[in-house]
């Protein structure tokens, strides 16, 4: 298949699963399915997206030149113009959406090329007005003399031009020098000030569209630039107990300053990097402590088997130091929504609770209900904390678990979250109603196949944001 090979939606669509998977981006359409293994980011964050558009994405993780390089090596067709010129109608129109286009023309860095050119072109321009306002004063001077000195001299002993070839020659070099200056400075600008490509290592990270400032008490991470925390502590919270369990902890960073703050937002995460096995590997993680705790952040981390980055915090002696980056995503709630539904399954309750969390503290909404997917009773996350809002909110928040494998007596919900537990607990998904999914990618493939089965062809549909 040729670069230049235009595929419709339909056609990108086909290809969705973990052996034949494709994503688009910035209109063009690439084939990752022998890269899963190889991406810093994990498997799922690819299998999110597969048969999508992964835009917005791809540019808010920011990545370095050599990813770009490995893009291009993928590339295996665009997406049709129509196709293109539809998908930017309907996210421009859409009221909220897992992903958003960012334009692909990115802006150049400023360069100091310009500045420094237009100071040596202006320098040379001045250079020649006062080299020609000398030339004419020179001119004056010398002309005065002679006709001082003329009467007492002998007719015609001196020329009326004389002085002239001497005062044009020394004018004439400094009009030369002045040139080769001028050409001088503009080789030098060129070879120290353009941007040469082999500077680009470092991660080309889209601007948050809410600044992160840094006020007094609070921490300013960056995108692109490391934080080194502090491994406070680590506790296990699920998962133990059975071999077949993959172990999750609860892990706490420490800012240097004890009295700092991590101020986020709903749906922000942090992104941890480190060397492991000679490779660097990049994970992001939602905080599950309030954005109030000072001098530390909590993440809840699930360590599987073949897990890089799992394992890594796992076995990471305390008080060791975490290279961390952030914050990413910048979720933004609709206000219309007076209810939310909410679907999601192992660690995926983190955005999860963050969003209970803002929808009962800072909104007047009305209901908030959650299909919560686990294993087994043991492996659900954060039930203290979602119990506690439970029992605060009795009237605005309703926690519903399905477990795969339940324990004798257990009288919940059983089995794997289906569309008709959607459609008998959930908010009608309308349009002043949200929805919110987050977990495993086969698991959210199949909500979001539910979702769409529920509101039908109708056009009065509710808001989906995938975490």
């Known amino acids: ?27 063009k359409v690439y084939d990752v399915t022998e890269y899963q293994q190889d991406h810093p980011g994990g498997e799922e964050i690819l299998r999110n997206f597969s048969g999508q558009d992964a835009t917005a994405a791809f540019a808010d993780a920011g990545h370095s030149h050599d990813a770009y390089e490995k893009l291009e090596s993928l590339l295996i067709g665009r997406l049709e113009q129509s196709n293109v010129a539809k998908q930017r109608q309907q996210q421009r129109t859409a009221t909220v959406g897992p992903i958003s286009v960012v334009p692909s023309k ?12 237009m100071g040596i072109v202006a320098g040379a321009g001045g250079a020649l007005l006062i080299l020609a306002a000398s030339y004419a004063a020179v001119q004056g001077y010398f002309a005065e003399g002679l006709a001082l000195l003329r009467p007492t001299l002998v007719p015609g002993s001196i020329p009326a031009n004389a002085g002239r070839g ?18 001088l400075g503009l080789h030098l600008n060129t070879a120290l000030f353009h941007r040469h490509r082999q500077l680009e290592d470092y991660p080309r990270a889209r601007k948050p569209s809410m600044p992160i400032t840094s006020r007094r008490g609070s921490v300013s991470l960056h995108r692109d630039q490391t934080t080194m925390l502090t491994l ?49 590997v990049h994970r992001s993680y939602t905080p599950v402590s309030s954005e109030h705790e000072r001098g530390m952040v909590d993440l809840v981390v ?20 975490v290279a961390v980056r952030g914050l990413f995503g910048d979720y933004r709630p609709n206000p219309a929504w007076t209810t939310i539904g909410c679907i999601t399954g192992g660690t995926g309750i983190t955005p999860i609770y963050q969003v209970l969390r803002e929808w009962c503290h800072k909104t007047r909404g009305e209901r908030a209900v959650v299909l919560y997917g686990s294993e087994r009773q043991e492996d659900i996350l954060l039930r203290e904390e979602l119990d506690a809002l439970v029992g605060r909110y009795p009237e605005r928040v ?70």
């Open 1 to 27: 298949m040729g670069v230049e090979t235009e595929l419709t939606w339909a056609d990108i669509k086909r290809h969705r699963t973990p052996l034949d998977l494709w994503v688009t981006i910035d209109g």
């Open 232 to 280: 406070e502590s680590r506790q296990c919270i699920g998962g133990s107990g059975k071999e077949s369990s993959n172990p999750v902890y609860r892990i706490r960073l420490k800012f240097p300053d004890a009295t700092a703050r991590l101020n986020f937002s709903v749906g922000q995460h942090i992104r941890i990097s480190a060397e492991i096995d000679g490779r660097l």
């Open 166 to 183: 001497y005062l044009n020659g020394i004018l004439t070099a400094i009009a030369c020098q002045g040139v080769a200056g001028t050409l």
């Open 302 to 321: 699930k360590v599987y088997p073949r897990g890089r980055m799992g394992n890594y915090l796992q076995g990471l002696p305390l008080q060791s130091s």
């Open 398 to 467: 309703q926690v519903h678990h399905v477990l795969s494998q339940p324990p004798p007596g257990w009288t919940g919900l059983t089995g794997r979250v289906t569309g008709e537990m959607m459609e008998e607990l959930l908010p009608r998904p309308v349009s002043h109603a949200g929805f919110f999914i987050c977990g495993p990618d086969g698991m959210v493939r199949a909500i979001r196949g539910h979702l769409e089965a529920i509101q039908g062809t109708r056009e009065d549909k509710a808001g989906v944001f995938v975490f």
């Open 106 to 117: 990115q802006k150049q860095p400023d360069s100091p090329a310009l500045p420094v050119k």
